[in-house]
């Protein structure tokens, strides 16, 4: 299966979707925070505290993800440094909060990915994009002349603009965004985002009409689609029974759910009492069993 991003390139339809970015960029609203300020003139941060320049921490061959994306020789996966949402529990607050990493052209970026495909990765793992959205859309050309054919991973937390989404149709082949919260006042408390389920909704709807349900190819390899991922967490402060019920009734009955166990309380959980701890074997049977019953089969 050919990623429709080559067509796109062929067409000229991604140079055009390159400037509508980079116009963002001036006063930027790559994400629902809107922070309005110029990226490119490289003088002012917002609230993910990113630059003009892309940033990433690492990029490697990932064998730690999900079964369909790593395959036989990994997913390629690319750590952006900084985060939009910068959670209070992040697991990779080094990178996301305090921005480690290294600063890298467009030209280097496209030849991380080069790279990766060289090493025999099944796809591209964007993680944590949101706010490089530009910058990586900008290398896929150079990328793209270089040989690059391997589907593109959106990896993300989930709070993103719905008018940056959809100028990546036909760009992304598999959106990859974690469903976090149920609650305005958990996503308030944990990632300053009291908007984040209304945006979660809105965005899962937009993803799943472009890409559809995660298809597999005869190795049982993901080509395209939707997959959604969601943390338990402690005392079911995520609401895990709310964001399953909508994915079957709004996105799909079919969709692909990684039912994650791995929270851990991870750098600021010790001021959240309610958070302060690992989840239970009960907790976690308990978010299954739910997905179970609302008809979800196929990610847990």
Do not use: W
Request: glycine share 8%.
């Amino acid at each position: 299966m050919t990623p429709a991003y080559i067509t796109l390139h062929k067409n000229k339809e991604l140079r055009r979707r390159i400037a509508a970015l980079q116009e963002i960029l001036e006063r930027c609203r790559l994400c629902p925070r809107a922070c309005q300020v110029n990226r490119l003139a490289g003088l002012e941060q917002g609230y993910c505290r990113a630059g003009a320049a892309v940033m990433v921490a690492s990029a490697f061959p990932h064998f730690g993800e999900e079964p369909p994306l790593v395959g036989f020789h990994g997913s390629g996966t690319i750590f952006f440094s900084h985060c939009n949402l910068r959670c209070v529990f992040c697991q990779n607050y080094d990178i996301s909060h305090r921005g480690q990493g290294e600063h890298l052209s467009v030209s280097e970026l496209a030849q991380r990915m080069m790279d990766l495909q060289g090493q025999g990765c099944h796809n591209i793992n964007l993680v944590t994009p949101t706010h490089y959205v530009p910058q990586i859309v900008a290398a896929l050309p150079e990328a793209i002349e270089r040989g690059l054919t391997i589907p593109l991973v959106y990896n993300c937390g989930g709070y993103e603009s719905l008018e940056v989404i959809k100028l990546l149709a036909g760009i992304i082949d598999i959106y990859m965004p974690d469903a976090k919260f149920a609650g305005a006042d958990r996503a308030a408390a944990y990632c300053n985002a009291p908007d984040y389920p209304l945006v979660l909704r809105e965005v899962l709807c937009e993803m799943h009409r472009q890409v559809g349900d995660l298809r597999l190819d005869d190795q049982g390899i993901a080509t395209q689609g939707l997959l959604i991922r969601h943390l338990v967490m402690p005392q079911g402060v995520a609401g895990t029974k709310e964001i399953i019920a909508f994915i079957v009734e709004h996105v799909s009955g079919n969709s692909y759910v990684n039912v994650m166990a791995q929270y851990r309380p991870l750098y600021r959980s010790r001021e959240y009492p309610e958070i302060d701890r690992p989840i239970s074997m009960r907790e976690y049977r308990e978010a299954v069993k739910i997905a179970r019953q609302e008809g979800l089969h196929r990610g847990f």
